[in-house]
């Protein structure tokens, strides 16, 4: 399974624009990747999925170069309810098996 | 929809006695997972259910954990004898059987251990 890199912490302030990348220089051929963001006493919650390319949902963009060695998770106007840890994690065939968690980027808004 | 589902959302039980978890995954999702988070460590994987066969169980610490899945529906997670060094949350995730499907989380159920 290939290993991520990501920053431990970010600060940003409300209204700004957050971008967290993360690095997965072994990710293989059928390798998803996923982001998840996590409050505390809470389980993670999925944010946004992608193989290549760039993906946008009501939440997020994620961005994959083409040799996909990284990834880009990015928050449009961050509040301070996006306090929270955001994992990126790859795994074969995205849902059909086990996540490997790291430590995640702590991203703290301030106001 | 209903999320994934845990029970005891809480439970603080003595050394040497036997907890069980409950887990209840999004309906139709065959794939079910068990992480788990001690204090200051990261998530880790312990074990895989494709329905009610075990896919993969290579995280799990040792044989005081057992998981079964009957039926292929819930899940259970019981520690027996629970040690202090199993006080954790204890997450279940789910997943439908196909490539590039989302795995979805559960809230966690906090055990402690005293």
């Known amino acids: 399974l290939a290993k991520t890199t990501q920053p431990i912490s970010m600060d940003s302030y409300e209204g700004q624009e957050v971008n967290i990348t993360c690095s997965h220089n072994?990710?293989?051929?059928?390798?998803?990747i996923t982001w998840y963001q996590q409050f505390p006493s809470q389980g993670p919650r999925f944010i946004i999925q992608g193989y290549k390319t760039k993906v946008t949902n009501e939440v997020a963009s994620l961005f994959i170069p083409a040799d996909r060695k990284s990834s880009t998770l990015s928050l449009p106007r961050v509040s301070l309810s996006d306090t929270a840890v955001y994992y990126c994690?790859?795994?074969?065939?995205?849902?059909?098996?086990?996540?490997?968690f790291g430590a995640g980027t702590r991203l703290a808004v301030h106001p | 929809e209903a999320g994934v589902t845990q029970f005891p959302s809480h439970s603080v039980i003595e050394k040497g006695q036997t907890v069980t978890l409950r887990c209840d995954p999004i309906?139709?999702?065959?794939?079910l997972y068990w992480y788990r988070r001690v204090m200051g460590k990261e998530i880790k994987f312990l074990l895989h259910?494709?329905?009610?066969?075990?896919?993969?169980e290579s995280g799990m610490p040792n044989n005081r954990f057992l998981a079964e899945r009957t039926g292929g529906t819930y899940s259970t997670l019981k520690v027996q004898p629970a040690e202090l060094e199993d006080s954790g949350v204890y997450f279940c995730?789910?997943?439908?059987?196909?490539?590039?499907?989302?795995?979805?989380f559960g809230e966690g159920s906090w055990l402690t251990v005293v």
């Open positions: 994690l790859v795994s074969l065939g995205g849902g059909y098996n086990k996540l490997i």
């Open positions: 259910f494709v329905k009610e066969s075990k896919q993969d």
């Open positions: 995730a789910s997943s439908r059987a196909l490539s590039g499907n989302t795995i979805y």
């Open positions: 072994n990710i293989a051929t059928n390798d998803y």
């Open positions: 309906s139709g999702h065959d794939n």
